[in-house]
Each structure stands twice: as C-alpha cells, then as structure tokens.
C-alpha cells in the first residue's frame, strides 16, 4: 500500500502545474477535427494524459538528470520545473512511473477499440516519454533529436485527439497546419528551454543542443521552430501569436551578451556587464563571525570556522606557523581558569568553609 508520503512525492515528481498541458493538446486535436468528445472512453483517456502522462514524462526525466539538477537553481521552484529527486526516491517514482505508464494503456485500450490508430499514438508518446531521459536511447542527449522529440510526443497528443473525430475517419493530412504547427511550438519550447540549463547540464556532462553547440545555437533553432509554427497556423491564431512572442523571447538571447546565471536568483536574461553591476550592489558574502571569533571566517553553507575550527571541540591549529601559534597561545584569550590559580595557590587551595566562619543562624 502506497503511503501518504509517497504519494506526495509522486504527485511532486509529477509537477502539477503541467497536469493540463497534454489534455488540452489532446482536446484540441478534437476541436481541430470539428467535433468534440462523444464517448465517455474518449474523456476518459483525456483526463487520464494528466497525472500518469506527466509522471513518466517528468518524474523519469528528473531520476536520470539527477547530476544536472544538483546544480540547477531553477529546482528550487518544484511546483514549475519539477523537485530534486534524492537517489533513495528514485525508486519509488520509478515504480510509479511504470504503474502510470500501464494506467495511460489501460485508459486507452477502451476507446482503440473503436478507434484502432489511438492505440498506436498512445504506444509511441509513451514509448519517447521513457526513450528521451532513460538509457540506451537517451534522446535528451541526442543532438537536435532531443527538441524534435518533444515536438513528436505534443504531435501525438494532438493527433490521439484529432484521430477520434468525424467518427474516426479523420485523416491527419487535412489538418497539416495544425498538427504540425503544435510539432514545431513544442519543440521551439524545448529549445528555449534547454539554454536556461546548459551550465547545470555542461556540469553534468550532458551533450544536449545547447552545450554541443552553444546558447545561441539553440536560441537560433527556438526561432525557426517559432517562426514554423507561426507560418502554418497563421499569425493571427493563439498558436501563431505565442510563437510569435516566443520569436521575440530567442531573439533577445541572440543579441545578449552572455546568458548568465545571478547569485540568488536562477536564470536570468542578463548580459555581463548588468551582471557585475548587480553583484557589486548586493551583499553576497559567504562567512560571517562567530561567537568565539569576531572575524568574518564562519563559512555559512560547512557550518565551520576557517579560524579556529568551530563548532569542533578543539581549537583548530598546526605546528607549522611561529605566528600563528603566538596569536592563540595561552594569555591571549579570557583564562578563565588559570587567571584564578595564583590566588589559590597562595593559600593552599583551600576548599570548604573558612575557620571560624559562622553557619546560617535560625530565625
């Protein structure tokens, strides 16, 4: 039995915000084939492309980028861009990857019945869901392949939509433009995208576009996938005013000078010399004082005093440095002990009451 833990982990892993991306793909292909949903089988599978389809697209995508995303700043926003998976979760959105994967076949097999080509769309969405992030195929590894391959699994959502209509004889090529302008606005998007995760992925070690080629080169291939897009849906529909503003969005980072990460706040479209403007006027230390020291030499994120080895029970130092051992020899600190071993040794130290000294008296 599943527990509440796992379960939110899943639902994490799944990131919610993205649950309607594939259904209203889905639900477009059908209003492109001028018809709407007529069985509940079809809604059925629609709603079923939420939660399953996005755990083995994201949660299998974040287990085997796990090396990459150590280093992305963009995690730290896990509602959007998905959560760090730790390598004991692995496992489990595994399993659960792989039980969502036979949910969204099971949901399926209903509505192929009547409608034979959904099943094989639905095989091919799933099949590029695990091929893009999981080994040996690794598409998101594959240059150029990984974008395009976003574009075919969008193209799938669309076309299990679009396939259901007009009493299933809908043929996809009376639909070209549109189908295809989802095909090119999905994969300008991952385009995009990936230039927001080259330094995490060129980290890694991870041959995508954008780390093979270069920023710029991606941001180019974002704007002809846009302007494709735009071209076949017409710049006047959603699709073609979104790839429009997507056109606008590239170009900006081909004529920046460097896209460059800013301490503290992920990815940002800034050239160099904003950057070191911004830096200069904020307070980015990394150490602090502490309690037995008032330098500055608490490193924040170790926790531990470059000076004198704090929070350890032991002074740090070394027998190698005449000055360093004259800073921290005995006197320069409060003795609170041996300050009092003079006095006491005048007197023999003394314990107990002193001679002749009178108890408490009774009231």
Same mark, same amino acid.
């Given at each position: 039995?599943?527990?509440?833990? #796992?379960?939110?982990?899943?639902?994490?892993?799944?990131?919610?915000?993205? &649950?309607?991306?594939?259904?209203?793909?889905?639900?477009?292909?059908?209003?492109?084939?001028?018809?709407?949903?007529?069985?509940?089988?079809?809604?059925?599978?629609?709603?079923?492309?939420?939660?399953?389809?996005?755990?083995?697209?994201?949660?299998?995508?974040?287990?085997?980028? %796990?090396?990459?995303?150590?280093?992305?700043?963009?995690?730290?926003?896990?509602?959007? %861009?998905?959560?760090?998976?730790?390598?004991?979760?692995?496992?489990? =959105?595994? #399993?659960?990857?792989?039980?969502? /994967? +036979?949910? /969204?076949?099971?949901?399926?097999?209903?509505?192929?019945? #009547?409608?034979?080509?959904?099943?094989?769309?639905?095989?091919?969405?799933?099949?590029?869901? &695990?091929?893009?992030?999981?080994?040996?195929?690794?598409?998101?590894?594959?240059?150029?392949?990984?974008?395009?391959?976003?574009?075919?699994?969008?193209?799938?959502? &669309?076309?299990?939509?679009?396939?259901?209509?007009?009493?299933?004889?809908?043929?996809?090529?009376?639909?070209?433009?549109?189908?295809?302008?989802?095909?090119?606005?999905?994969?300008?998007?991952?385009?995009?995208?990936? =230039?927001?995760?080259?330094?995490?992925?060129?980290?890694?070690?991870?041959?995508? /576009?954008?780390?093979?080629?270069?920023?710029?080169?991606?941001?180019?291939?974002?704007?002809?996938?846009?302007?494709?897009?735009?071209?076949?849906?017409?710049?006047?529909?959603?699709?073609?005013?979104?790839?429009?503003?997507? =056109?606008?969005?590239?170009? =900006?980072?081909?004529?920046?000078?460097?896209?460059?990460?800013?301490?503290?706040?992920?990815?940002?479209?800034?050239?160099?010399?904003? +950057?070191?403007?911004?830096?200069?006027?904020?307070?980015?230390?990394?150490?602090?004082?502490?309690?037995?020291?008032?330098?500055?030499?608490?490193?924040? #994120?170790?926790?531990?005093?470059?000076?004198?080895? %704090?929070?350890?029970?032991?002074?740090?130092?070394?027998?190698?440095?005449?000055?360093?051992?004259?800073?921290?020899?005995?006197?320069?600190?409060?003795?609170?002990?041996?300050? /009092?071993?003079?006095?006491?040794?005048?007197?023999? +130290?003394?314990?107990?009451?002193p001679k002749g000294a009178r108890g408490p008296t009774a009231?």
């Open positions: 039995m599943i527990s509440l833990s #796992q379960t939110q982990l899943l639902i994490q892993a799944s990131r919610p915000v993205s &649950w309607i991306i594939a259904p209203s793909i889905y639900f477009a292909g059908f209003i492109h084939s001028g018809t709407v949903p007529k069985s509940i089988a079809a809604l059925l599978f629609g709603v079923g492309l939420s939660f399953p389809t996005c755990l083995v697209t994201f949660g299998v995508n974040d287990i085997y980028d %796990y090396s990459s995303d150590k280093q992305n700043s963009r995690k730290r926003s896990p509602r959007v %861009y998905g959560t760090l998976l730790y390598e004991n979760d692995h496992t489990t =959105v595994l #399993q659960g990857a792989k039980i969502a /994967t +036979f949910i /969204t076949l099971l949901l399926a097999t209903p509505a192929s019945i #009547q409608y034979p080509p959904l099943l094989a769309y639905t095989l091919s969405f799933l099949f590029l869901s &695990w091929a893009y992030s999981s080994p040996p195929f690794r598409i998101k590894e594959r240059v150029i392949l990984d974008s395009l391959s976003n574009g075919l699994i969008c193209w799938l959502f &669309w076309a299990s939509g679009y396939t259901q209509g007009d009493d299933g004889t809908g043929d996809i090529g009376k639909s070209f433009y549109s189908g295809w302008a989802v095909f090119f606005y999905a994969s300008a998007s991952h385009s995009l995208a990936a =230039v927001a995760d080259t330094n995490p992925d060129k980290l890694a070690k991870y041959r995508t /576009t954008a780390v093979v080629y270069g920023e710029k080169f991606a941001a180019f291939l974002s704007i002809t996938y846009y302007f494709c897009a735009a071209i076949l849906a017409g710049i006047s529909t959603s699709i073609g005013m979104a790839a429009c503003a997507g =056109v606008i969005t590239s170009m =900006v980072i081909l004529i920046q000078d460097e896209y460059v990460v800013i301490p503290g706040r992920g990815h940002s479209l800034y050239s160099q010399s904003i +950057f070191l403007e911004d830096t200069t006027k904020t307070d980015n230390h990394i150490a602090k004082g502490t309690s037995s020291f008032g330098k500055r030499s608490l490193h924040i #994120q170790k926790h531990t005093c470059a000076n004198c080895g %704090y929070p350890s029970a032991k002074v740090r130092k070394f027998n190698w440095s005449e000055k360093a051992k004259r800073r921290k020899s005995t006197g320069t600190g409060r003795m609170r002990y041996l300050k /009092t071993v003079d006095r006491k040794f005048q007197n023999g +130290f003394q314990t107990g009451v009231a």
